[in-house]
């Protein structure tokens, strides 16, 4: 097996502790920028494994940089510098780069068919992008939150409440991950608004600077929600409706699904008292089977189910759902999604799962 991926990235050793529980030898690895650098070594690298599994760029800066870079080539913009740590720059430009990547790669792999693919290159693409993702989860007859489409402004984000008739929003930057630049904005009639973010907005004499945080930022000037959304659209942005999640005490969840082989798996509560319920912002994980009824149960294995078969050649794929009242709303789709460190599904974890079930 080889792994397109960071090597000592948390990734890699829990895949490679699941190998060691299940007694196979360790997987090769790939260094992401190494293969950027030099394509041509990948086929080397797969004379011997028959199995290939994508990991994200994300985790080395390095290879972060060259896709960015890439990406400024092919929309015939300056190159940038690498960002400051955490900071949310061109994030449609680093796409760019990126697509462009999986494309080579999909190509390398249609010269050798004999190896396996975890997540297709062309899936991973579609659900990075996550304003397509959405579309296409809707054309499978999937339940997805109601899209308002891209938001190109503040001006217009005001335009499109007007004409769909709302006061409350997400707003997603298209390729964002893990929460990153996602907006919860509300207005009322009294023309009060404010938007909670995990977005720190930094305004000084040149153009606004986004960084991600942990903590949540809550912006309610018109100045600074204005220059919020500005500089995420210009990364390219998108609206839909806001959706309730189900409650918990004091706080509210959605649910992260591992389906894998096609089959939902692992499943955990997310739970929190933000707008935002990523486990990384320091939420907390909840037994689903301990929050949902049996219809509610049965609504999140059949979306689950239905999503996954929306992506026939991706092996392990996350979902994130809301499910209340025996329906399932699918809110992300994720071909990196099985990061779930400890959550066991008939005793495996993400990790030896997907290798079992192959």
Same mark, same amino acid.
């Given at each position: 097996?080889?792994?397109?991926?960071?090597?000592?990235?948390? @990734?890699?050793?829990?895949?490679?502790?699941?190998?060691?529980?299940?007694?196979?030898?360790?997987?090769? %690895?790939?260094? /992401?920028?190494? /293969?950027?650098?030099?394509?041509?070594?990948?086929?080397?690298?797969?004379?011997?494994?028959?199995?290939?599994?994508?990991e994200p760029p994300g985790d080395d800066p390095a290879a972060h940089l060259l896709l960015l870079?890439?990406?400024?080539?092919?929309?015939?913009?300056?190159?940038?510098?690498?960002?400051?740590?955490?900071?949310?720059?061109?994030?449609?430009? /680093?796409?760019?780069?990126?697509?462009?990547?999986?494309?080579?790669?999909?190509r390398q792999l249609a010269a050798m068919p004999q190896i396996r693919v975890f997540n297709a290159?062309?899936?991973?693409?579609?659900?990075?992008?996550?304003?397509?993702?959405?579309?296409?989860?809707?054309?499978?007859?999937?339940?997805?939150?109601?899209?308002?489409?891209?938001?190109?402004?503040?001006?217009?984000?005001?335009?499109?409440?007007?004409?769909?008739?709302?006061?409350?929003?997400?707003?997603?930057?298209?390729?964002?991950?893990?929460?990153?630049? %996602?907006?919860?904005?509300? @207005?009322?009639?009294?023309?009060?608004?404010?938007?909670?973010?995990?977005?720190?907005?930094?305004?000084?004499?040149?153009?606004?600077?986004?960084?991600?945080?942990?903590?949540?930022?809550?912006?309610?000037?018109?100045?600074?929600?204005?220059?919020?959304?500005?500089?995420?659209?210009?990364?390219?942005?998108?609206?839909?409706?806001?959706?309730?999640?189900?409650?918990?005490?004091?706080? #509210?969840?959605?649910?992260?699904?591992?389906?894998?082989?096609?089959?939902?798996? #692992?499943? %955990?509560?997310?739970?929190?008292?933000?707008?935002?319920?990523?486990?990384?912002?320091?939420?907390?994980?909840?037994?689903?089977?301990?929050?949902?009824?049996?219809?509610?149960?049965?609504?999140?294995?059949?979306?689950?189910?239905?999503?996954?078969?929306?992506?026939?050649?991706?092996?392990?794929?996350?979902?994130?759902?809301?499910?209340?009242?025996?329906?399932?709303? %699918?809110?992300?789709?994720?071909?990196?999604?099985?990061?779930?460190?400890?959550?066991? /599904?008939?005793?495996?974890?993400?990790?030896?799962?997907?290798?079992?079930?192959?």
């Amino acid at each position: 097996m080889l792994l397109l991926a960071t090597s000592g990235s948390k @990734r890699v050793r829990l895949m490679q502790a699941a190998r060691a529980h299940l007694r196979l030898p360790p997987a090769q %690895v790939m260094e /992401w920028r190494d /293969w950027l650098a030099q394509p041509a070594r990948l086929e080397d690298a797969l004379r011997q494994p028959s199995r290939l599994k994508i990991e994200p760029p994300g985790d080395d800066p390095a290879a972060h940089l060259l896709l960015l870079q890439a990406g400024c080539r092919l929309l015939d913009r300056p190159l940038l510098s690498a960002p400051a740590h955490g900071e949310l720059l061109a994030m449609d430009a /680093w796409f760019a780069g990126f697509s462009n990547a999986m494309q080579g790669l999909a190509r390398q792999l249609a010269a050798m068919p004999q190896i396996r693919v975890f997540n297709a290159p062309a899936e991973i693409c579609l659900m990075t992008d996550k304003l397509a993702c959405q579309h296409h989860l809707a054309a499978h007859g999937i339940a997805i939150p109601t899209l308002l489409g891209p938001v190109h402004s503040y001006d217009h984000l005001q335009s499109l409440l007007h004409e769909h008739d709302l006061d409350r929003v997400y707003l997603k930057p298209r390729y964002g991950s893990s929460a990153s630049g %996602v907006v919860a904005y509300r @207005r009322n009639k009294a023309g009060r608004q404010q938007a909670t973010t995990s977005a720190a907005l930094q305004q000084g004499d040149g153009a606004a600077r986004l960084f991600n945080v942990k903590r949540m930022a809550r912006y309610e000037t018109q100045h600074d929600i204005a220059a919020l959304v500005d500089a995420l659209a210009a990364q390219q942005l998108y609206a839909e409706a806001w959706l309730n999640k189900p409650r918990c005490g004091d706080s #509210h969840y959605d649910l992260r699904v591992v389906t894998v082989a096609g089959q939902p798996a #692992h499943r %955990v509560a997310r739970i929190g008292d933000q707008m935002m319920t990523n486990l990384h912002l320091d939420n907390l994980r909840g037994e689903a089977a301990g929050l949902l009824s049996a219809a509610d149960m049965t609504a999140l294995e059949a979306a689950a189910t239905q999503a996954a078969r929306a992506f026939p050649n991706s092996h392990v794929t996350g979902y994130d759902l809301v499910v209340r009242h025996g329906q399932g709303h %699918v809110l992300e789709a994720n071909a990196f999604g099985d990061l779930l460190p400890g959550l066991l /599904w008939q005793g495996a974890d993400t990790y030896a799962a997907q290798l079992t079930h192959v």
